[in-house]
């Protein structure tokens, strides 16, 4: 996939990042947010929008991306911080952190969605869909998404009734039913439905 709209942001700015995250509506497991500034000539053969590739797909681009990116950083946001934030604020406190921890002086961001968080306000701009449109988010979606998949397996491994490798935490039927029966883990997100509704802990 050829990513023209990137082109005319480095023709601007010398270091541009794209912006993405993984994990907003899962029950359980924490919120993975990426920041990736990639070399402006930079093309990597198959990238895309981390939803729209295959799990080998995006393990392949990770070390790809890991290997080549100019500047990269991944942010987890645990349950406990989506809780006492939401998830909106979480999300933007977590693209915060994702840009400012990064080893380099941004000149401008790419954020996936349609919010900037307050703290990038200045050199940022929001872009719809941006994973399928701009190189440096879709980069930041794969490295947010295969981040919080092996976080989740490794999750699976703990509390294996729950199938988190199967369902990564999203509120599946299977999943909703084993939280009915077991009860919540220290994983999951108390403030999300169906969790919050359950008065017993694991």
């Given at each position: ?39 402006a ?75 900037v968080?307050?703290?990038?306000q200045?050199?940022?701009e ?77």
């Amino acid at each position: 996939m050829i990513f023209k709209n990137e082109v005319e942001f480095h023709k601007k700015y010398k270091i541009v990042a794209g912006v993405d995250e993984a994990g907003r509506g899962p029950l359980a497991g924490p919120l993975v947010v990426a920041a990736v500034v990639l070399p402006a000539k930079l093309r990597i053969e198959g990238l895309n929008d981390s939803k729209k590739l295959s799990e080998k797909k995006r393990e392949l681009l990770f070390h790809q991306i890991i290997e080549k990116a100019s500047y990269y950083k991944i942010v987890e946001i645990s349950p406990e911080k989506i809780d006492e934030l939401n998830i909106l604020w979480a999300t933007m406190y977590g693209m915060e952190r994702s840009v400012l921890e990064l080893d380099c002086e941004v000149d401008f961001c790419l954020i996936d969605g349609n919010r900037v968080p307050n703290g990038l306000q200045e050199f940022s701009e929001a872009m719809v869909k941006g994973d399928g449109r701009f190189a440096s988010i879709a980069a930041a979606s794969i490295l947010a998404k295969v981040t919080r998949d092996r976080i989740m397996l490794r999750l699976h491994d703990e509390f294996p009734v729950y199938n988190f490798a199967k369902n990564k935490g999203y509120p599946t039927k299977e999943h909703v039913a084993a939280l009915n029966r077991y009860g919540i883990t220290p994983h999951h997100r108390k403030s999300y439905k169906p969790v919050q509704q359950l008065s017993f802990d694991f």
